[in-house]
């Protein structure tokens, strides 16, 4: 999804997130999404204009996702 920088298919993103959260035991959440967003981090840095834009609006979504 990063590759295309399709911001409308954040709810898509959002909602994979979503449904890991859901499906995976609550001790490997955390964890999880941190190997995610160490991944998306690793892209956001190499992309600019709307690829780098939803990146930076997934790995938001994650930190999000992490707070709770």
């Known amino acids: 999804m990063i590759a295309k920088g399709d911001l409308n298919r954040i709810r898509l993103a959002e909602?994979?997130?979503?449904?890991?959260w859901d499906v995976t035991l609550p001790r490997a959440r955390k964890s999880g999404l941190r190997l995610v967003q160490q991944h998306i981090l690793s892209h956001a840095n190499a992309v600019i204009g709307d690829r780098r834009s939803f990146a930076e609006l997934v790995n938001a979504y994650i930190e999000t996702k992490l707070a709770e």
Do not use: V
């Not at 909602?15 to 890991?20: D, H, L, Q, V």
């Open 15 to 20: 909602r994979a997130i979503n449904e890991y």
